[in-house]
């Protein structure tokens, strides 16, 4: 099942944002012919994934918006729980293969940042590349005004918190809860949702469960 149920909030598309910051400074780099990057990262293929998952969310997602669309200002259908406004889950359709190589860039980050891990790579030519991008990781500026107190990220696997909660949210498959809400949403697509009790419940448990992909404790214990 490719649709997916992402949140209509500023934390996703601000992990979305710093995470096309590092592709793209990769690429750059790339480009300028400072290093050579293993495959997956190569000619911006990671980063065009990216960019093809950005679209999609952009053309459903009020916080995607430049600028975000204000409170009450939506043209998107709401979504009401127990006599008040919750925070819309928007359904979108997103790309397998674009998840995929983004979970594959993901991999190659990882390794290039984990010195025992780049060390176990049996193939010399791959290690030198993950060599080279751990040095290019290392050397990584980010866009300040991205993170939170305009600081530097202090570790470097800091650099892939975004991407691997994005790509954790977008290879989630859901379960019983989520079939029912996606069911729910798109039997009534464009008009304003009021939950029943038992799709309430299932709403919150939904958003407890994203809420932890995208903000709680070390994704890496979730994804590696």
């Not at 107190?149 to 290879?171: F, I, M, S, T």
Request: cysteine-free; charged content about 30%; glycine content about 4%.
């Amino acid at each position: 099942m490719n649709w997916r149920l992402v949140p209509d909030n500023g934390t996703l598309a601000v992990l979305y944002r710093r995470a096309e910051d590092l592709l793209q400074g990769l690429s750059r780099a790339e480009r300028a012919g400072e290093r050579v990057l293993p495959a997956v990262l190569t000619q911006g293929n990671a980063l065009s994934a990216l960019l093809r998952t950005g679209a999609v969310l952009r053309d459903a997602v009020d916080a995607f918006g430049v600028p975000p669309a204000e409170p009450g200002r939506s043209i998107r259908p709401r979504l009401f729980a127990e006599g008040r406004e919750r925070m819309p889950l928007r359904v979108v359709w997103i790309s397998e293969a674009d998840t995929e190589t983004l979970a594959a860039a993901l991999r190659a980050l990882n390794i290039a940042l984990t010195p025992l891990d780049r060390a176990a790579v049996d193939d010399p030519a791959q290690r030198r590349l993950l060599d080279a991008l751990a040095e290019l990781l290392d050397e990584f500026d980010p866009d300040t005004e991205l993170w939170t107190g305009a600081r530097r990220p202090l570790d470097r696997k800091e650099l892939l918190q975004p991407l691997a909660r994005l790509v954790a949210l977008l290879a989630w498959p859901g379960d019983d809860d989520t079939t029912v809400l996606l069911a729910v949403r798109q039997a009534n697509p464009d008009v304003d949702l009021e939950l029943t009790d038992d799709q309430t419940a299932a709403y919150d448990r939904v958003v407890e469960r994203i809420n932890a992909l995208l903000t709680a404790g070390d994704v890496h214990d979730i994804l590696f």
